[in-house]
């Protein structure tokens, strides 16, 4: 039998719900959970001493079983006539103190502070169905009402599906009351009791609002979140940011309703908190491989990420994430990365804290009591060491961390939070700069250091950076472009003019200034905490060959296209993010690659001279146009794309007697690796030149 509302608006009819209750009979009817459910934030909130009001009590069982645990002082009323009979005549024997009025809960008729607790189990869902003038009206009759009848240090406890619009109202009036708001996820509440009366797909959350005496001239307000039944409160800063936790739950509760009814929903994933700071602890990205054919063994399976690996392509992107677990043959796969800042102690730990939360993310059809296994590399951790945290006027929040790669090697990393799994620079630390020995140091200065006095971890001396070493693949590829410009032999025996727009942790520039002897270099960065940060971390200086320029390399490179004396430069690179996520476009901005602009870096480059680009573009249309509108302006065009990543190297060039077969670009490339492999040079046997340039296709 379905009883639920066509339109939501005859919630707030009484119309509506005598004939919902005659059809009902006396069948109880459980808005939200019944109260094993519920008991234990009643019992939280509620004392058994209490005088309790329960406000559109309907024909529910929870007034009856909380009278039956012993809250007996508990007085219900409704709206509906039918009901309030209904329940009177159930309840006229065994429950003999309990009372049911007819009564408008807008319009109550008890004197003021007769009650310690008002109860509403689904009431002011149902009273407000929209946000209609009048709607809104009726709402603030019927909040006035219950912080009328309330004491002081009583609490109106409301439980409800925390739609938008109603938390929104909720919060916003008894906190402009000054009264204290908290909200409090009920944990069982998205469990199905039959097939025949299913669940809400959301969570149930009860409001927690404790009237506080007025304090006149005060504007304190108090917002909590408790994620869990016997958790901590978590302090917020406003009634925002409590919404949007809210808003968390609801998106992790739908998620988790339809990944259990399907699977192949795509790219999903989704964070999983501290349940006493609300930071970020885990990133989960479910992953559905619907080719791998079932049988009892490969339902489900977890995947830890060893810390500082979360950027890896296998890790990090969403066609690694897809490879691992195709080749992991389970059907689905939950890759788990483990956040900065957050403290673990072992596998055994990790898998003890996520076991129950994955398991609710579990595929539909995976049989009852099925182990689940946990996945990892060598059931391996990894380290991450962060080194130092700030703020960036222009880049905003970002880190410098040390982290042990797959080879037991260590790297330095900066990372702007606003892209968490983007390495915005990278370089290798020499041997002797090892975990243990950084462990040492710290311990020796922390005896050192006064009491009281906080500890700034001192920059890495300029030797503990491996120069010689290129981390990212993007920047060996642009070092190999330089082939492209006339014999390899003459190129270190030669004045080279370079500039590099985007500085970062200073690695392109500096290879390029220490392994071609005659190079002058120089870098244009916009952020003037980039070049503090090179400095300091990267083993970066300044020299009669290297200088840096702190400027916006739009208006930089305009400058000089536009002097009288314009300095070509031999080879002009960027390598510049964007700091606009829905781009699509994410290296460059758009505005490095309008025709006008290229029209400038062409102004400034030799004419034998290569401009080399990493783009890294998501936008199949938006990476057509860049290519267009760069094969308009420099009629040799070469592209590269990096292996594991969405980077692709550009090579462009103005007057080159002919394009080069790609077994002469290698020739050249080899030549120059030759050339540059010299005594005490720090070269890298692992960079190869030649590799860099095989797969470079003419566009």
Not at 446 to 470: C, F, M, N, S
Not at 504 to 530: N, Q, R, T, W, Y
């Amino acid at each position: 039998m379905n009883l639920l509302p066509k339109s939501s608006k005859e919630f707030g009819s009484v119309d509506y719900w005598e004939k919902f209750f005659q059809q009902r009979g006396k069948k109880a009817f459980e808005w939200y959970g019944t109260y094993l459910e519920l008991c234990e934030v009643l019992h939280k909130y509620i004392k058994p001493r209490e005088k309790v009001l329960v406000i559109g009590c309907g024909n529910s069982e929870l007034s009856e079983q909380l009278y039956d645990v012993g809250y007996q002082d508990v007085v219900n009323i409704d709206i509906s006539e039918v009901v309030i009979k209904q329940m009177k005549e159930r309840n006229a024997t065994r429950r003999p103190q309990m009372s049911f009025l007819k009564m408008d809960m807008t319009q109550m008729e008890f004197p003021d502070a007769s009650f310690q607790v008002v109860l509403d189990k689904g009431t002011l869902d149902a009273v407000l169905t929209d946000e209609e003038e009048k709607t809104l009206r009726q709402v603030d009759r019927m909040l006035a009402e219950v912080g009328r009848v309330l004491q002081v240090g009583g609490r109106y406890l409301c439980i409800s599906l925390a739609q938008a619009h109603v938390l929104k109202k909720a919060v916003g009036h008894f906190s402009r009351e000054g009264w204290m708001v908290r909200v409090h996820q009920v944990a069982s509440s998205q469990d199905q009791v039959s097939d025949t009366e299913p669940r809400f797909p959301l969570p149930v959350f009860a409001f927690i609002m404790t009237k506080f005496r007025p304090v006149p001239g005060s504007a304190l307000q108090i917002f909590e979140l408790c994620a869990q039944e016997q958790g901590k409160p978590v302090r917020l800063e406003s009634a925002e940011r409590l919404a949007e936790a809210v808003r968390e739950r609801q998106q992790y509760a739908w998620l988790r309703s339809q990944l259990h009814r399907k699977a192949g929903l795509g790219s999903v994933s989704l964070d999983l908190c501290n349940g006493d700071t609300g930071e970020p602890r885990y990133t989960l990205h479910v992953v559905d491989s619907p080719t791998v054919k079932p049988s009892r063994d490969n339902h489900f399976a977890i995947f830890i990420i060893p810390q500082g690996r979360e950027t890896e392509w296998l890790f990090g992107m969403e066609d690694g994430r897809k490879q691992l677990a195709a080749s992991a043959g389970f059907r689905r796969l939950i890759t788990v990365a483990l956040h900065r800042g957050q403290q673990y102690e072992n596998m055994e730990s990790i898998q003890a804290e996520l076991s129950a939360r994955v398991m609710e993310l579990a595929p539909a059809g995976m049989p009852a009591q099925q182990q689940v296994p946990f996945l990892s590399v060598g059931g391996d951790l990894g380290e991450r060491t962060v080194r130092h945290r700030d703020c960036s006027p222009l880049s905003g929040d970002y880190v410098i961390e040390d982290v042990q790669g797959d080879d037991r090697r260590y790297f330095r990393r900066l990372v702007f939070l606003s892209s968490r799994n983007v390495v915005q620079s990278e370089a290798r630390l020499l041997t002797d700069v090892s975990h243990r020995a950084q462990k040492k140091r710290k311990k020796d200065r922390r005896k050192q250091r006064p009491a009281g006095t906080p500890e700034e971890p001192p920059a890495v001396p300029e030797q503990a950076i491996d120069k010689g070493y290129l981390c990212c693949e993007h920047h060996k590829a642009m070092v190999a472009g330089l082939a492209l410009l006339r014999s390899p032999e003459l190129l270190l025996e030669t004045p080279l003019a370079v500039l590099v727009v985007g500085l970062g942790g200073g690695s392109l520039p500096l290879f390029v200034h220490d392994h071609f002897p005659k190079a002058h270099v120089e870098a244009v960065e916009i952020d003037p905490c980039m070049l503090e940060v090179a400095t300091r971390w990267f083993g970066f200086s300044q020299s009669d060959r290297m200088k840096v320029h702190i400027a916006d390399g739009l208006d930089y490179i305009a400058s000089l296209a536009e002097g009288e004396a314009r300095p070509p430069y031999d080879v002009i690179m960027f390598d510049v993010d964007s700091k606009d996520p829905t781009l699509g476009m994410s290296c460059p901005p758009p505005a490095f690659v309008d025709q006008p602009f290229l029209q400038r870096v062409r102004r400034i480059l030799t004419p034998e001279g290569v401009f080399i680009l990493n783009l890294v573009c998501r936008d199949l249309g938006l990476k057509d146009a860049v290519l267009g509108g760069l094969k308009a302006v420099f009629p040799l065009l070469y592209m590269r794309r990096i292996e594991g990543e969405v980077n692709e190297i550009l090579f462009c060039q103005l007057r080159p007697e002919q394009p080069l077969a790609t077994p002469e670009l290698l020739e050249k490339a080899r030549a120059l690796e030759q050339a540059l492999r010299k005594p005490g040079g720090g070269w890298d046997d692992t960079c190869v030149l030649s590799d860099m340039l095989q797969t470079v296709q003419l566009v």
